[in-house]
């Protein structure tokens, strides 16, 4: 009875007495309870056993062993003694000079025994030092270290193995099947071990996702954070040049700093899916990230930034437009207010003058005339005036004062007749003069400028007439030896003067030629750009809107195994990028505009920036693409779907979705589940709902349907199977100590586990004990651990 209570607990308690009846009614409940577990005995009763019968008690010993240490053997389930032999042969087949053929000589050698040990502890023995020549050696040493290490009693006498001829297969059996049952306890614990590794591999990989996406999602809100103020940020500069300079660093912005973040953000959405894709099929629970770092948060920061980058480049364009304005009205301005400061200068003195108080009447009238002809002239000025003070009102800086005039009186007035006509000319010329300077610096159409050209030999005949003119004063004045002041006393204008400005006119209408011929080529080479860049930019943007729609298509009418679908879209991606240097160039033609300050092209509806948005889409769309496909094969492969029924699941899809645009409205999927005889009442229909449409999008995805038709059929490790496995680990105990995990687990998810478990602290706790039920139903969202 001692012999079955090793085995089970089930034995009813044996009589104490030492008499024959107490003995022989001990023998009858062992033999009763070995017939109760369907052993049948042939010809062995208690009173035999009592007496001693050795063949008897034998046989009824080799029953109980056959049963209770080596019936339960089963591979491949053949017989238990074939079972055993077959695990035998498998455990030793690489080792040399091992050939288990049976239980008698095939173990003469000790080889085998010391196989099956070095097989499964190979820290127990150094197979390669043995030799097949001491059998006896090789015995001892084989049931010396698995009575030491393995709880496994010496049953064998090494020299009655080797000396025999054929030493008895049964000893050799049982001793064997304790081999088996040591190492299968180890082989239990080892497949817990796989099985709690898997589970945590995959935890400890969703975890570094989850890390990285919080990371990735910190970096590219910062960068926003950081960016918008700088998009915002509208304060003008004084120049020209340093607004082109903002123009350079906003042209690297969109061309070196933000590709790399518009890949940054598409990666993070499709990390962010799959992750969610493995945590769904795993069966954990859905990643939450941390406040402000959902997937909308991101997309909400970037359409502000989008929204700033839109209207920074338009006010840097305006600005430059207004810088540009303001240098040509204060070149205008430096240009008119010189002339008029030439004009002036010495006027107001002349005024001032008290001269006429000695003059003689015809010195008066002289004088009167005189002033006369400058009031005219001063109303001639008077628009001139007004207008550098428009301009200087519009660059918000008036430099001049307004002109004080004083009218001179007298009581005295004297003319000198002979200058009358003199002054007629000349005024009249001076003032076309000034008028041709203007028009040279300032002019800005050809046919004008020819225009003026064309006059210019009849103002040539002009100058000969003044310059008659003043000769013959000179002549007069001459010959009467008249005491006459060199100037003209009825004009300011004289006749160096005169020279002066026909010798300026004279050097600037070539230069006015050669403006406007520089002016007409600039803007001849501003319509090869405008034309260049619209040739460009009428095929790249209709190619975008092409393959958008040929990817929006292919999404939904691809067939065949997904692994194909996947590598004609990556195909598909690498045609794309392919296409980029198109892209280069075309914002090198931008950028030539922009620099040529040409703001406006009547021969494409496409600006630069639609196409950067469609291009940035178009990457972003064959990537989410992409992405769908890869986590279809993860369902599929988690979930054990065939090729067939995911080809039936897009069929039905497709015929569904009324749009097209790869989308079920909640009428569609209602209409879906009925006709594959769901029978959905409102209730039932919103809580199906509340899983394929999580968020309250109002559509359903390809993606979400999949996950909604396979719910039921993923083959996933529970929270409970996790639970069952460290149990095992910690031979059965509620907790686990740290040195069990070190022992059972590999180094780094030992200590993935001691770092995360807590303190257990049911019954039997002891001082280190950690609690793994709880570690477990955390790791599936079952506790708030």
């Not at 209570?5 to 409940?29: C, Q, T, W, Y």
């Not at 004062?401 to 000319?425: A, D, E, M, N, R």
Request: proline letters at 3%; aromatic letters at 8%.
């Amino acid at each position: 009875m001692l012999i079955l209570e090793f085995h089970s607990l089930e034995l009813p308690k044996p009589d104490r007495g030492k008499m024959r009846f107490h003995k022989i009614a001990n023998v009858n409940k062992a033999l009763d309870y070995i017939a109760s577990k369907g052993v049948k005995l042939v010809s062995i009763g208690a009173e035999e056993i009592v007496d001693g019968n050795v063949k008897m008690t034998l046989g009824m010993i080799w029953t109980i062993i056959l049963r209770f240490a080596i019936q339960d053997i089963s591979v491949e389930e053949t017989s238990a003694k074939e079972g055993l032999l077959l695990w035998c042969q498998r455990k030793t087949a690489p080792y040399r000079n091992v050939n288990i053929q049976n239980f008698h000589l095939s173990w003469k050698d000790g080889l085998g025994l010391c196989a099956l040990i070095h097989r499964h502890r190979p820290d127990l023995i150094d197979y390669s030092k043995l030799n097949k020549d001491d059998p006896i050696g090789n015995i001892n040493l084989a049931m010396e270290i698995a009575e030491k290490h393995l709880d496994i009693p010496k049953m064998l006498d090494a020299e009655d193995v080797v000396n025999t001829a054929r030493p008895d297969e049964r000893t050799i059996m049982t001793y064997v099947s304790c081999y088996y049952h040591a190492f299968a306890g180890a082989q239990k614990a080892e497949t817990a071990a796989n099985r709690i590794c898997k589970v945590l591999a995959v935890n400890q990989e969703n975890e570094r996702l989850m890390e990285e996406y919080e990371r990735l999602a910190s970096e590219l809100l910062e960068w926003i954070r950081r960016t918008i103020p700088w998009l915002e940020n509208r304060t003008p500069e004084k120049t020209m040049q340093a607004m082109q300079k903002k123009l350079e660093d906003f042209r690297d912005y969109r061309r070196k700093h933000k590709p790399p973040k518009v890949q940054e953000k598409c990666q993070l959405e499709i990390n962010f899916n799959t992750l969610q894709t493995k945590l769904r099929i795993s069966n954990r629970p859905a990643f939450m990230p941390s406040e402000g770092k959902m997937v909308s948060d991101i997309a909400g920061a970037w359409q502000r930034l989008e929204q700033a980058e839109k209207g920074y480049e338009e006010w840097l364009l305006n600005e430059i437009r207004r810088l540009e304005r303001l240098e040509h009205l204060a070149e205008k301005f430096r240009q008119k207010a010189s002339t008029h400061e030439q004009w002036a200068y010495g006027k107001e003195q002349i005024l001032l003058q008290k001269d006429y108080e000695s003059a003689s009447l015809t010195e008066v009238r002289a004088m009167l005339r005189k002033h006369e002809a400058f009031e005219s002239d001063l109303a001639a000025h008077q628009d001139r005036v007004e207008q550098i003070a428009a301009i200087a009102q519009e660059l918000k800086y008036v430099p001049f004062k307004g002109l004080q005039c004083s009218t001179l009186t007298s009581s005295l007035i004297h003319t000198i007749q002979l200058s009358v006509q003199y002054f007629q000319y000349s005024a009249l010329f001076s003032l076309r003069l000034c008028s041709s300077v203007r028009l040279t610096a300032y002019g800005d159409l050809i046919s004008a400028h020819d225009q003026f050209k064309a006059t210019l030999p009849e103002a040539d005949g002009e100058r000969q007439a003044i310059l008659s003119i003043q000769n013959e004063v000179e002549k007069v004045i001459q010959s009467y030896s008249m005491r006459i002041s060199a100037s003209n006393p009825y004009s300011t204008v004289t006749v160096e003067e005169i020279r002066t400005k026909w010798e300026k006119v004279k050097q600037l209408v070539p230069q006015r030629d050669q403006s406007l011929q520089e002016e007409l080529a600039r803007q001849h080479a501003n319509e090869r750009l405008r034309r260049q860049f619209a040739a460009q930019a009428n095929v790249i943007g209709p190619w975008i809107q092409t393959k958008m729609e040929e990817i929006a298509r292919s999404s939904i009418e691809m067939t065949g195994p997904l692994e194909d679908q996947m590598n004609q879209l990556k195909q598909y991606e690498q045609n794309i990028i392919n296409y980029k240097h198109n892209i280069d160039k075309l914002e090198g033609d931008h950028q030539l505009i922009q620099e040529a300050l040409v703001f406006d092209n009547k021969h494409t509806n496409y600006t630069m920036e639609h196409i950067r948005v469609g291009w940035e889409l178009l990457l972003t769309t064959i990537a989410r693409t992409i992405n769908e496909v890869e986590t279809q094969i993860l369902t599929r492969d988690a979930k054990g779907i065939t090729q067939e029924q995911m080809n039936d699941f897009r069929a039905s899809f497709n015929h569904f979705d009324r749009r097209k645009n790869g989308l079920m409205d909640h009428d569609d999927f209602r209409a879906c589940l009925i006709s594959m005889g769901y029978d959905l009442g409102e209730a039932e229909f919103a809580r199906i709902m509340s899983l394929v449409d999580p968020n309250g999008q109002g559509t359903v995805t390809f993606q979400s349907f999949i996950d909604f038709m396979t719910r039921e059929t993923a083959d996933t490790d529970t929270a409970e199977q996790v639970i069952a496995s460290f149990r095992i680990l910690a031979s059965d105990k509620p907790y686990i100590l740290a040195d069990e995990l070190r022992r059972e687990l590999p180094p780094e998810q030992a200590q993935y586990c001691i770092k995360r478990m807590p303190q257990y602290t049911g019954p039997g706790s002891v001082p280190g004990a950690l609690d793994y039920t709880s570690f477990s139903s955390a790791l599936y969202g079952e506790s708030d651990l």
